[in-house]
C-alpha cells in the first residue's frame, strides 16, 4: 500500500492530522493527491487545468497557512474563482485558447490559503456555471464515479466526482442554483449551499446576487471546520452574514433539541417525484422521527407560486448576458458566436432583451418572495425536508438541446431541480446528505434547508444522521 492508498478516502481532517503529528508532509500529501488524479481520472475528466509544481513549491514553503487543514491538497472549481498566476477558463473554449492567467486571488481562495490547504489545479465545470451538468464544449464531459454512464451533476460537476473518487478530501465548489447540492447528490457527498453573506465574494463579485462559494466534501464535520475558515468577511462585503453563537465545529455533535420538520416530498405543484427520491426523503423523514424530532407535510406556501420560475429565470438570463462582457474583457477581445455555446448565447440573447422596468419588476417578485419564505421559518418551523433533485441524477447527454430548440435543457432543468433554487433566491442555507442509493447503486440525495443565518442547525441535524446511518464508508466502483 502507498499513501495515496492509506489517504485516499481520508477526510481533510484525519490528513491535517497526519501533518500535525509528522506523520506525513504537506508535499507527501500533495505527491499522493497527484499520483491518484493522474490514476484515476482519466475516465471521469474531472481535473482539467492543473499546477503540479507550483502546488509542490508550495507544499515545502514555509508560507502554508497555519490553519486546521494544514498542507492538504484541494481543487478549485474552473469557474469564477481566481488565483493569482493561474489559468481559468471558466468553462469556455476562448479563455481556454488565449490561456487567460489570473491576477488577483478571490477572496475565497485567500480563504482556503489561510486555512493551510494547498491548491493543486482546477475542476471541470460547464461554461457560464449556465446547466446542472457539467459538458462544456471547453473540456468535454465529466462523468460520475458511481457509474461513468452518468453526470456527476453540475454545475460543481467536477469538483463532486474528484471528491467522490478519492482524489483530495475536499473540492472548492460554488451554487447559483444548485450547483453544490446537485452535484453533491449526484456522487454522494455532503454539500452546503450556506446563507448569502456568509462567504466574502469580494473583490470582484457581489453578496446580492445568487451565488455563493463553498465546498463538496465527505463528511460533516470537514464542512463545519472548513465554514469556520471561511466565514471571514471581505472588504466592501454587500451583505454579512450574522456570526454565529460559536464556532461551527462545535454544532458537529451538538444536540439541536426537538426541531419542527416540513416535508415536501413532491413538486411544490403537486406533481411526483421520481421514486427513487421518494423513497430517500420518506426515509429521512423516518430516520428523523425516530432521532425525536416532529415531522409532518407541510412547506411555504410560496413555492406553490408557478410564476416563480420565471422571475428565476429573468435573473439568470442577464447574469449570461454580463458574463459575455465578463469574459470578453478576459480575453482582451470581442467573442465570436461560435466562441459561446449556443444554449448560453441564446440565454444572453434573452437577458439582453429585457428592460430596466422589466428587471426591476423580476428584483421586486424575487424579494416578495423571500419575505413570504421567510415568514415560514418566522411562523415557528425549524427546517425544511425534501428531495434534492425531483428526477434521478441526468445521463451523460441527457441535457443536450435537440436540433434548433435551445430551451430544452432549460425545460428539462426546472422540472427536474425545483428545490434548489428557491433558496438561492432567499438567501437561506441548504444542505444535500448523501443518506440513500438506488438499487442500481446511484446516489440519490436528500436536501434540508433552515432559516436564515443557521447553518448551525444544519451541521448539528446534519451530524445526527451521519452518526445514525454513516456514510463515508461507501465507495464508488472507480478503481
Not at 145 to 160: C, D, E, F, M, Q
Not at 243 to 261: K, M, T
Not at 372 to 385: E, F, H, K
Request: aromatic content about 6%; proline content about 8%; some cysteine.
Amino acid at each position: 500500500m502507498t499513501l495515496a492508498d492509506d489517504t485516499q478516502w481520508m477526510d481533510a481532517t484525519d490528513q491535517a492530522a497526519l501533518v500535525a503529528d509528522g506523520s506525513v508532509t504537506p508535499r507527501e500529501l500533495v505527491d499522493a493527491a497527484i499520483e491518484r488524479i493522474e490514476a484515476l481520472d482519466g475516465p471521469l475528466n474531472s481535473v482539467t487545468v492543473t499546477w503540479w509544481e507550483h502546488a509542490r513549491q508550495l507544499a515545502q514553503d514555509d508560507e502554508i497557512g497555519t490553519g486546521p487543514f494544514r498542507g492538504v491538497p484541494y481543487l478549485i472549481k474552473d469557474l469564477a474563482a481566481h488565483y493569482k498566476g493561474q489559468k481559468m477558463t471558466n468553462g469556455n473554449v476562448a479563455l481556454k485558447a488565449e490561456g487567460y492567467v489570473s491576477d488577483f486571488d478571490s477572496n475565497v481562495v485567500a480563504r482556503y490559503r489561510d486555512a493551510g490547504m494547498i491548491a493543486i489545479g482546477r475542476t471541470n465545470s460547464p461554461e457560464m456555471g449556465s446547466v446542472p451538468v457539467t459538458e462544456p464544449t471547453a473540456h468535454g464531459p465529466c462523468r460520475n464515479p458511481w457509474n461513468t454512464n452518468y453526470s456527476p451533476g453540475g454545475s460543481s460537476g467536477g469538483a463532486a466526482a474528484a471528491v467522490a473518487a478519492g482524489m483530495v478530501p475536499v473540492a472548492h465548489a460554488s451554487d447559483g442554483g444548485g450547483s453544490i447540492r446537485l452535484p453533491a447528490a449526484h456522487c454522494g457527498l455532503v454539500g452546503l449551499k450556506t446563507s448569502q453573506g456568509r462567504i466574502s465574494q469580494g473583490p470582484d463579485r457581489t453578496e446580492s446576487y445568487l451565488a455563493v462559494d463553498f465546498a463538496v466534501t465527505r463528511t460533516v464535520r470537514d464542512s463545519a471546520i472548513l465554514l469556520d475558515q471561511l466565514a471571514v468577511p471581505g472588504v466592501g462585503d454587500s451583505i454579512i452574514a450574522p456570526p454565529p453563537a460559536r464556532p461551527f465545529a462545535s454544532e458537529v455533535g451538538a444536540d439541536p433539541g426537538r426541531l419542527r420538520i416540513g416535508l415536501l416530498d413532491t413538486r411544490p405543484d403537486g406533481t411526483p417525484v421520481h421514486q427513487d427520491n421518494l423513497d430517500a426523503v420518506s426515509k429521512v423523514a423516518r430516520q428523523l422521527e425516530a432521532l425525536g424530532h416532529h415531522v409532518e407535510h407541510a412547506f411555504p406556501a410560496s413555492f406553490a407560486d408557478e410564476t416563480f420560475a420565471q422571475k428565476f429565470m429573468a435573473l439568470w438570463f442577464v447574469s449570461r448576458r454580463a458574463n459575455v462582457d465578463i469574459y470578453e474583457q478576459m480575453a482582451g477581445r470581442p467573442l465570436a458566436e461560435h466562441e459561446i455555446e449556443p444554449l448560453n448565447r441564446m440565454m444572453a440573447a434573452r437577458g439582453e432583451s429585457y428592460s430596466g422596468m422589466e428587471y426591476a419588476g423580476a428584483l421586486a417578485a424575487v424579494a416578495k418572495f423571500r419575505r413570504d419564505t421567510l415568514q415560514w421559518w418566522a411562523d415557528g418551523w425549524d427546517l425544511l425536508l425534501s428531495p434534492t433533485m425531483a428526477e434521478r441524477p441526468f445521463l451523460i447527454g441527457e441535457m443536450d438541446a435537440e436540433g434548433a430548440d435551445l430551451t430544452g435543457p432549460i425545460t428539462k432543468a426546472l422540472a427536474a431541480v425545483p428545490f434548489t433554487p428557491p433558496f438561492n433566491t432567499t438567501g437561506q442555507p441548504a444542505i444535500n446528505l448523501p443518506l440513500h442509493w438506488s438499487e442500481d447503486g446511484l446516489p440519490i440525495g436528500v436536501q434540508l434547508a433552515a432559516d436564515y443565518g443557521r447553518e448551525d442547525v444544519l451541521i448539528q441535524v446534519a451530524s445526527q444522521l451521519e452518526a445514525a446511518h454513516p456514510w463515508a464508508h461507501l465507495k464508488p466502483p472507480c478503481d
